[in-house]
């Protein structure tokens, strides 16, 4: 248990600072420098996201789209590259690479379809210009995501259920919860304690900005001041009449069942165990890669 628990929370710290470098540095960074344009700034977060910052002289849609879309992209790319390139090999490390090849296409589909639907992050220009589209472009990129949760699980869980002792199912999904829980706290806790203007504006839904616009409007608009609890009732007027579909939660929903339903297909396998080796490696690569992610970090600071 303690094995796997180790290689899965390794495994995912390691995907995760690869994946942030990948998607920031060479999706948008180097997308920006091919159409001319300069870094004029880098964040990231050490366990969380990141952003980064640039400048295009007289830039046109189609490079703008291009710059936006290219850590999405990316992603993709490697991602289906590490699921198609690996699919003759055997042994646990081979299947933990294709499931992370799938998880890299979940996320990227995942970001775009949110992002695209609700108008934030590497989304919000598709948003701005997809119009009538947005939604069938969101909902299939959705359903992209699910397709690749779906195999990335069926290609993964029985292999870790071979892993450890019986009760084998209750097991690796223990296994799982801890290394992702530990993951998924190390970001959470980051994103409160290291608070970025820029990434919460970036992340900002276009129903919360255009709520914001409005309530801004209005309080200027009134001769008199305008008090604490009447601000708070028209901001709720506010964000009542500009109510969106809670596509993202959706989203989320249909890939944690795709991601059961994959599982609950996936044929328990001991073709090969939690070697020393394997471990080790997962180790290193998850520190190294965290190490580059806080050096690029306080380089850029």
């Not at 920006?32 to 640039?54: D, E, M, P, S």
């Not at 690569?285 to 965290?290: H, M, R």
Request: glycine share 12%; aromatic share 6%; hydrophobic share 55%.
């Amino acid at each position: 248990m303690l094995r796997l628990t180790t290689l899965l929370a390794a495994t995912a710290l390691a995907a995760s600072r690869l994946g942030l470098l990948v998607h920031e540095l060479v999706g948008h960074g180097a997308t920006a420098l091919a159409v001319g344009g300069r870094i004029t700034g880098v964040h990231l977060f050490w366990f969380a996201g990141g952003w980064i910052r640039y400048h295009v002289p007289d830039v046109t849609v189609a490079e703008d789209l291009a710059v936006a879309l290219g850590g999405i992209a990316l992603e993709a790319v490697v991602g289906t590259g590490l699921w198609l390139g690996l699919r003759a090999a055997a042994g646990l490390g081979a299947r933990l690479l294709r499931a992370l090849g799938a998880t890299l296409v979940v996320h990227a589909m995942c970001y775009l379809a949110a992002g695209a639907w609700h108008g934030y992050g590497d989304g919000r220009l598709v948003h701005e210009l997809a119009g009538d589209a947005t939604a069938p472009l969101a909902i299939t990129a959705g359903l992209v995501a699910c397709g690749a949760g779906w195999l990335g699980a069926r290609q993964l869980f029985g292999a870790l259920v071979g892993c450890v002792p019986a009760p084998r199912h209750a097991g690796a999904l223990l296994a799982i919860a801890v290394a992702g829980g530990l993951n998924a706290g190390l970001a959470v806790g980051e994103l409160a304690l290291r608070r970025d203007a820029t990434y919460a504006i970036t992340m900002q839904p276009e129903r919360e900005r255009t709520v914001a616009r409005e309530l801004a409007a209005w309080q200027r608009a009134r001769v008199a001041p305008v008090s604490d609890a009447e601000r708070a009732a028209r901001e709720l007027e506010l964000a009542g009449q500009h109510r969106d579909l809670p596509f993202g939660w959706l989203l989320g929903g249909a890939v944690a069942v795709a991601v059961i339903a994959g599982a609950a297909r996936s044929r328990q396998t001991t073709e090969a165990g939690i070697t020393p080796r394997l471990r080790a490696i997962a180790v290193a690569v998850a520190v190294i890669s965290t190490a580059a992610v806080i050096a690029l970090d306080v380089a850029f600071h």
